[in-house]
């Protein structure tokens, strides 16, 4: 057994190192799909995490009356807290509207100077109400409408699930287009993978032919060229890994520019996910290409 | 020190029939029928002669005996072992039973006559001190122990030939198929491999020799089948080649 499985190791080699450029083409390949499949991995956390931020962001504004008592807006907030849909309640008071507003323009002078000029503080009291759940903010934006009480003074509806909404559908069309070009890559995998195992067999034909002349199993023909399609496998993750996180280590600035304040850390990301990401990619394009040789050695082989 | 010698097999089944073929057919595509109704019964020990003209049938009937070919009709028997139906994980055992031999040697360029011999046996999954004292013994056998680290394109056809007839011993088979052995061989070559054969046949092995050479038939004096169209039209002791 432990000979056999040296001997099948040593044959697999042999085919690998016979056909160098055969193998390159191979491996070319495969990392091209698993590029594309690693680039949608990418572009579907960073989508989540933009969702997940705005999601963050869908919060319903009730502009309350300058005027309004602690005991009017404690009633208020009570009752809206107890509404079913409400995750919480919060209250920014006149003072701490000021000072958010001054802090978000701590930057722009000209707002400031604005400001000052005009003397007082101009702006409103609110509740900030967070949703249960976004996808019921509309019914929630309904409930609240119904609610009458006389020290409301505007209500802020600005439409963030509209904005969500949008992200879904975007990203829901990118998952289809990735689906299709994963598909594409697949297939294309697939066909290489089995054409390459066919090469190496037409390369063999004649060991394969004395083989089976001399009464070698089954399995200790087939199994080199599996084996083979299995380095073939893991030097195409291996080479996708060397690859990618240089890449990453280039995206990442730009991402922590473009999603500011959001902390996004796509590296971490593929650090943590390690053995989930490109595990499951070596499994795949294992599998992959040992149907690919099986399909050949069967066709081409005759074992 | 392993000595090759199938005798023990032979005198454990000299009584019964080591190869049987009962009512064989065979028919290729678009119903061409190869073989027709074949009844043959070949003794253990037994030097035959399967003679007939190309196209015959001669070497289906090989394809058969080796597992490489099922029948339409009838049963094939070899030893007690019935392998009409043989399933494909059952054939390479049936083949570590039977030798063969085939005009164009089968060898590998690129490894040395002894490496060729070995392969045979590393394929198999045998340990390299076997593998040293079998590929030993039958190259001494088939005279090439001097010639054991030379290529294939370094020896003459019918040294290719002993090498590829060494290797076929390897696993000390019951039987011996050479299917026209001779035929890219000159006469001192080809008389050469005959009289290996018949040696190795002394042993106590099965010999079939598949050939439409009609010298080294007439030569050998021994049991010749002829078929033509795909039947056996004649089975002759010690016969000469009569098609």
């Given at each position: 057994?432990?000979?056999?499985t040296?001997?099948?190791?040593?044959?697999?080699?042999?085919?690998?190192s016979?056909n160098?450029?055969?193998?390159i083409a191979?491996?070319t390949i495969?990392?091209?799909?698993?590029l594309?499949?690693?680039?949608l991995?990418?572009?579907?956390?960073?989508?989540?995490?933009?969702?997940?931020?705005v999601k963050?962001?869908?919060?319903?504004?009730?502009?309350?009356?300058?005027?309004?008592?602690?005991e009017q807006?404690?009633?208020?907030?009570t009752?809206i807290s107890?509404?079913a849909?409400v995750?919480?309640v919060?209250?920014t008071?006149?003072a701490?509207?000021?000072?958010?507003?001054?802090e978000?323009?701590?930057?722009?002078?000209?707002v400031l100077t604005?400001?000052?000029e005009?003397?007082?503080?101009?702006?409103?009291?609110?509740?900030i109400?967070t949703?249960n759940?976004?996808?019921e903010a509309p019914q929630?934006?309904?409930e609240?409408?119904?609610?009458?009480?006389e020290v409301i003074e505007?209500?802020?509806?600005a439409?963030?699930?509209?904005?969500l909404?949008?992200?879904?559908?975007?990203?829901k069309k990118?998952?289809e287009?990735g689906?299709i070009?994963?598909?594409?890559?697949?297939?294309?995998?697939?066909?290489v993978?089995?054409?390459s195992i066919?090469?190496?067999i037409?390369?063999?034909?004649?060991e394969?032919e004395?083989?089976?002349?001399?009464?070698?199993s089954n399995n200790?023909i087939?199994?080199?060229?599996?084996?083979?399609?299995?380095?073939?496998?893991?030097?195409g993750v291996?080479?996708?890994?060397?690859l990618?996180y240089?890449?990453l280590?280039i995206?990442?600035?730009y991402?922590?520019?473009?999603?500011m304040?959001y902390?996004?850390?796509i590296?971490?990301?593929?650090?943590n996910?390690?053995?989930?990401i490109?595990?499951?990619?070596f499994?795949?394009v294992?599998?992959?290409?040992?149907?690919?040789?099986?399909?050949?050695i069967?066709r081409?082989a005759?074992? | 020190?392993f000595?090759?010698?199938?005798?023990?097999?032979?005198?454990?089944?000299k009584?019964i029939f080591m190869?049987?073929l009962v009512n064989v057919?065979k028919?290729y595509?678009?119903g061409?029928?190869i073989l027709?109704?074949?009844?043959?019964y070949?003794?253990a020990g037994?030097?035959?002669?399967?003679?007939?003209?190309?196209?015959?049938?001669?070497t289906?009937?090989?394809?058969?005996?080796?597992?490489?070919?099922?029948?339409?009709?009838?049963?094939?028997?070899i030893?007690?072992w019935?392998?009409?139906?043989?399933?494909r994980r059952?054939v390479p055992?049936?083949r570590?039973?039977?030798g063969v031999?085939?005009q164009d040697?089968?060898?590998?360029?690129?490894?040395?006559?002894w490496?060729?011999?070995a392969?045979?046996l590393?394929?198999?999954?045998q340990?390299p001190?076997?593998?040293?004292?079998?590929v030993?013994?039958?190259?001494?056998?088939v005279?090439l122990?001097?010639k054991?680290?030379?290529?294939p394109?370094?020896?003459?056809?019918?040294?290719?030939?002993?090498t590829?007839i060494?290797?076929?011993?390897?696993?000390?088979?019951?039987?011996?198929?050479?299917d026209?052995?001779?035929?890219?061989l000159?006469?001192i070559?080809?008389?050469?491999?005959?009289d290996?054969?018949?040696?190795?046949?002394?042993f106590?092995?099965?010999?079939?020799?598949?050939?439409h050479?009609r010298?080294i038939v007439?030569?050998?004096k021994?049991?010749?089948?002829?078929?033509?169209?795909?039947?056996?039209?004649?089975?002759?002791?010690?016969?000469?080649?009569?098609?």
């Amino acid at each position: 057994m432990f000979l056999s499985t040296i001997r099948i190791i040593k044959f697999s080699l042999q085919d690998i190192s016979r056909n160098v450029w055969l193998t390159i083409a191979t491996i070319t390949i495969l990392v091209l799909a698993l590029l594309s499949v690693n680039t949608l991995v990418t572009v579907e956390v960073l989508s989540r995490h933009a969702i997940d931020a705005v999601k963050e962001k869908v919060d319903i504004s009730l502009y309350l009356k300058a005027d309004a008592s602690d005991e009017q807006v404690a009633s208020l907030k009570t009752q809206i807290s107890q509404m079913a849909k409400v995750k919480q309640v919060l209250y920014t008071s006149k003072a701490d509207a000021l000072r958010y507003f001054r802090e978000k323009n701590k930057d722009n002078p000209e707002v400031l100077t604005a400001l000052r000029e005009l003397g007082r503080n101009p702006l409103s009291p609110s509740l900030i109400i967070t949703p249960n759940n976004v996808e019921e903010a509309p019914q929630l934006i309904n409930e609240i409408k119904q609610i009458k009480s006389e020290v409301i003074e505007s209500r802020d509806f600005a439409d963030n699930a509209l904005i969500l909404e949008k992200i879904n559908d975007i990203t829901k069309k990118i998952s289809e287009v990735g689906l299709i070009i994963i598909s594409i890559f697949i297939f294309t995998s697939m066909l290489v993978a089995y054409n390459s195992i066919k090469v190496a067999i037409y390369t063999h034909r004649r060991e394969i032919e004395i083989m089976r002349l001399v009464g070698a199993s089954n399995n200790f023909i087939y199994l080199p060229f599996v084996l083979s399609a299995i380095i073939y496998a893991f030097l195409g993750v291996l080479i996708i890994i060397i690859l990618f996180y240089p890449f990453l280590g280039i995206l990442q600035p730009y991402l922590e520019v473009f999603f500011m304040d959001y902390n996004i850390n796509i590296i971490e990301y593929f650090v943590n996910n390690f053995w989930l990401i490109f595990g499951l990619q070596f499994v795949a394009v294992s599998l992959i290409s040992i149907l690919s040789s099986w399909l050949a050695i069967r066709r081409y082989a005759k074992v | 020190m392993f000595v090759y010698s199938p005798l023990f097999w032979y005198n454990r089944n000299k009584l019964i029939f080591m190869i049987k073929l009962v009512n064989v057919s065979k028919s290729y595509l678009r119903g061409v029928k190869i073989l027709r109704d074949i009844n043959l019964y070949i003794e253990a020990g037994e030097f035959v002669s399967l003679v007939g003209q190309s196209g015959s049938g001669k070497t289906s009937l090989v394809k058969i005996l080796i597992g490489e070919e099922r029948v339409d009709d009838g049963r094939v028997i070899i030893g007690d072992w019935d392998i009409t139906k043989i399933s494909r994980r059952e054939v390479p055992y049936l083949r570590r039973q039977i030798g063969v031999i085939f005009q164009d040697f089968k060898l590998l360029p690129q490894k040395t006559l002894w490496e060729n011999v070995a392969f045979a046996l590393e394929v198999c999954g045998q340990p390299p001190s076997k593998i040293e004292k079998i590929v030993s013994s039958v190259m001494r056998l088939v005279g090439l122990e001097d010639k054991k680290d030379r290529y294939p394109h370094e020896v003459s056809g019918g040294e290719q030939q002993r090498t590829a007839i060494a290797r076929s011993l390897v696993h000390q088979p019951k039987i011996l198929l050479a299917d026209e052995p001779t035929g890219n061989l000159d006469s001192i070559n080809a008389n050469e491999i005959i009289d290996l054969l018949v040696r190795i046949n002394k042993f106590g092995t099965t010999v079939i020799l598949v050939t439409h050479n009609r010298e080294i038939v007439n030569h050998l004096k021994k049991r010749v089948i002829a078929i033509e169209k795909g039947s056996v039209v004649s089975d002759r002791e010690k016969s000469k080649y009569s098609l």
